[in-house]
């Protein structure tokens, strides 16, 4: 987690498992941090981001808030990491 303003904003995770059963972890863990930061805040919506590194590399943004008192809304965007082995190669 990335921390700003001593508040987290940032959740990032790796593929681990091959059901991706972190990812919904993390998605779980980003709404429960959505709620319990709304609740303090008085005013505006908190948002959180949430990456997520699949296997193929891929990253996946999703963007998480609460526009009422309702359940968190999750909203998604992939970004492919081309040439991902030879950004690593020296």
């Known amino acids: 987690m990335f921390l700003l303003n001593k508040c987290p904003h940032i959740i990032v995770e790796i593929c681990s498992k091959s059901r991706e059963t972190d990812r919904f972890r ?51 965007t992939d970004f492919l990491m081309p040439d991902h082995f030879s950004s690593f190669i020296l």
Do not use: C, W
């Not at 919506?45 to 990253?59: H, M, N, Q, R």
């Open 26 to 76: 993390m998605l779980l863990q980003g709404g429960l941090l959505v709620r319990v930061m709304n609740s303090i805040k008085k005013k505006g919506t908190f948002v959180a981001i949430a990456i997520y590194i699949t296997d193929g590399f891929v990253a996946r943004r999703h963007l998480i808030y609460q526009t009422t008192l309702k359940k968190p809304e999750v909203r998604n």
